[in-house]
């Protein structure tokens, strides 16, 4: 409780310096009678922004028209079935173009050649700063009898 004590008792004394200082003190003048013959400032853009979007809700909502053959416009693709797996990756490579297949031949070779593995370095072992033995002073008298 001494601690509660002394910042109430601080704080008291600090507040009625407070109340003496407010009174004795001269007053500052009022902030807001100094800015009354203020001019007037008004900032004028040049930038012109574009006009105002209004959305007009009260239209009905416009539903796009259904196409009527949509099936019948693309073509269906060719049905293979007597086709082996084989057969359906000559096909498919046959029909790609010759700077797709060049580019599909080049990133085989690249993924097929593997990295060469790194040489691994190993650390040199350090050995430790040597130790330094101190010894403790010994007393004079009186003075140093403090335990660090």
Known sequence: MPLARY???????LLALLFISDAYLPKIPDAHRASANLPVIRIHSDRKWPERVVYD???PTIIPAKIANADASVPAPAAVTD???????REAFAQLQPSDARRLQRS?????EPNPQ??????KRRAPPPMVLVAR?????????SIW
């Open 57 to 59: 809700t009260s239209l």
């Open 118 to 123: 790194r040489v691994r370095k190993i650390a």
């Open 7 to 13: 910042f109430i008792f601080v704080g008291g004394v």
């Open 108 to 112: 085989d070779l690249k993924s097929r």
């Open 83 to 89: 086709i082996s797996a084989k057969a359906q990756v």
């Open 137 to 145: 002073q010994p007393q004079f008298g009186w003075f140093g009898s």
